[in-house]
């Protein structure tokens, strides 16, 4: 398949019919909300600037550019789970890409879900919608309005299913190796629950079997290659980076196409796609389009964020927004626009450290084995009595409950001893944490941040913060850098909204992410539920996204317990 640059994006879009054009006054037809994955504060704010096609628009509405993820568990499910449910991962229940069970106690992907099947393969692991315990503004638009189509892609499960909700008229995303599927109820009629995106499928194939390409499109992007030496090894922060390319074996070409700008290409393809297969926009009634971009993650995870890898990523990142939002255009109704991310993200350590940052790599099974050494020696267990990682340990079973409160609280004593550990709380301490109502993002204590990240039955029962720029170790060629502390650079993201002729105006509120989802129904006229952690902020004033009025609330609301079972479907 022909590799796409920016100036052929939007010629190679499925043809989308144009409607009548609205009268100026009219409602938004569409809500489109737009995440782009890893895209943190820092690097918007350093490419801003430069931005010529859709991020230079978007950036020219209402731009809080210090948005805020404000929980501690900075991942893509749980980041994901807040911008549609206008709630925190303490009530959605999605704390982690990697949870606990609750019946079983064991690590399980934060959307397994055995209730369904994969429309494309029965038997790849299963994967939707039962573990997100909150409901979303999808859900609350079609219950307000039935005629309304609710409709999500991603490259990524989890930035899809999170964003749709429970009943969505579609949610796809890109599975490698096949293309865009879906979830089934076992039996179901894949084929029918597959048509909308089968001829793009199709037309694809070749992306998995042929040997992908990228190179420097931008001039100044060349520069920025450098070699490091990171996990012992050299590794080239160049493109094409190092063994991309040049393998024609199935896997790698797997590998190599999900780690480049290529799965943004797919997205953007496939959300024109379902626009004019839903007809999006040209109902009796407003749509809303969920829009997941996946591949700032796997670059930034694979090569860093300040390479040339990232340079040329925020390029084509900023003209396939664009290539959408022209096709948006040629609907001729009007639309509204937010933007954010899931969670934001440094550069690998090697790099930062160069730069005069702090930065470091962890040694998470030494330090857990020091850990569990110094229990074992106050407490008199025979047995190392904690698993897990630097983030998250849990008690093993052969912990006897009566044992439980003090073998915690001595290791909170050893994790304190950990010169490389910043925090660590127990589980009970933050359910018992009271979640300062409109108390700013960027003053949430340590301890708070983490009761937003708590569910119980799902979450560990000591969660640990390491000190700001410690990262995990390294695997040149797959994963250099991360994100998941609960620090300002991994919590801070762009939010934006645009429409036409939105008022140019930059805000520097330090907004959340959940107030993303509140602030859109009002948009839409539609009242969120009273158990939402977001507020509404007025965009264009009466008439317009006006807010309701506000009622008071208490000083402090309690972190949810967790474990209480599903909303309401």
Not at 536 to 541: K, V
Request: charged share 20%; glycine share 10%.
């Amino acid at each position: 398949m022909k590799r796409l640059f920016p100036a052929a994006l939007l010629a190679a879009l499925p043809a989308i019919a144009p409607a009548a054009p609205p009268a100026a006054s009219a409602a938004p037809k569409l809500i489109v909300a737009i995440s782009v994955d890893q895209f943190s504060a820092n690097l918007f704010e350093a490419w801003r600037p430069r931005f010529t096609g859709g991020l230079k628009r978007l950036s020219g509405g209402i731009a809080y550019p210090s948005g805020y993820q404000s929980h501690a568990a900075t991942e893509t499910c749980p980041g994901h789970s807040t911008l549609m449910t206008g709630r925190h991962p303490n009530k959605t229940g999605i704390v982690g890409n990697t949870m606990r069970d609750e019946a079983t106690g064991k690590p399980v992907y934060c959307l397994s879900d055995t209730d369904v099947v994969l429309a494309h393969d029965a038997k790849a692991p299963p994967v939707g919608p039962k573990r997100l315990m909150a409901d979303t503004l999808g859900e609350w638009l079609k219950a307000a309005s039935p005629q309304s189509r609710v409709v999500s892609v991603s490259g990524k499960d989890r930035g899809a299913i999170t964003m749709a909700g429970h009943r969505p008229d579609g949610v796809f995303w890109l599975f490698p190796g096949y293309g865009f599927t879906t979830y089934i109820a076992p039996g179901g009629d894949a084929t029918a629950a597959l048509a909308p995106v089968a001829a793009l499928n199709a037309a694809n194939a070749k992306v998995w079997t042929q040997k992908p390409k990228w190179t420097y499109a931008h001039p100044e992007c060349r520069p920025l290659a450098s070699e490091w030496t990171v996990g012992g090894k050299t590794f080239a922060s160049r493109l094409p980076p190092a063994n991309w390319g040049v393998s024609d074996k199935p896997a790698d070409i797997v590998r190599n196409v999900t780690a480049s700008p290529i799965p943004d290409d797919l997205t953007l393809a496939a959300a024109a796609t379902l626009i004019d297969h839903y007809r999006l926009g040209r109902g009796p009634a407003t749509d809303l389009l969920t829009v997941s971009f996946s591949a700032t993650d796997f670059i930034g995870h694979a090569y860093g964020t300040r390479g040339p890898e990232m340079c040329e990523q925020m390029y084509r990142l900023d003209a396939s927004i664009g290539a959408l939002l022209k096709a948006i255009d040629r609907l001729g109704v009007p639309y509204v626009v937010a933007l954010t991310a899931d969670h934001g993200g440094s550069d690998f350590a090697e790099r930062l450290a160069a730069n005069g940052y702090p930065a470091a790599r962890l040694d998470p099974p030494a330090m857990v084995a020091r850990v569990n050494a110094r229990v074992m020696a106050e407490t008199g267990l025979k047995a190392a009595p904690l698993e897990g990682g630097a983030d998250e340990l849990s008690l093993t079973p052969g912990v006897p409950t009566a044992d439980r409160p003090r073998v915690l609280a001595a290791a909170q004593r050893a994790l304190a001893a950990e010169p490389d550990i910043a925090g660590a709380f127990t589980l009970d301490e933050l359910l018992a944490t009271p979640i300062p109502a409109g108390k700013p993002a960027d003053e949430l204590s340590l301890r708070e941040r983490f009761a937003e990240s708590a569910y119980r039955g799902r979450s560990g029962d000591l969660l640990i913060a390491p000190k700001p720029y410690l990262s995990s170790p390294a695997r040149p060629g797959a994963y250099v850098a991360g994100h998941g502390s609960p620090w300002n650079y991994d919590r801070r993201v762009p939010i934006l909204f645009w429409w036409k002729d939105a008022p140019a105006y930059t805000r520097f509120l330090p907004v959340e992410t959940v107030d993303i989802a509140p602030t859109l129904a009002a948009v839409l006229g539609v009242s969120p539920p009273a158990d939402v952690d977001g507020r509404c902020l007025p965009l264009g004033g009466p008439g317009f996204g006006a807010c309701p009025s506000p009622v008071a609330a208490p000083a402090a609301a309690p972190a949810a317990r967790g474990g209480a079972g599903p909303v309401a479907r």
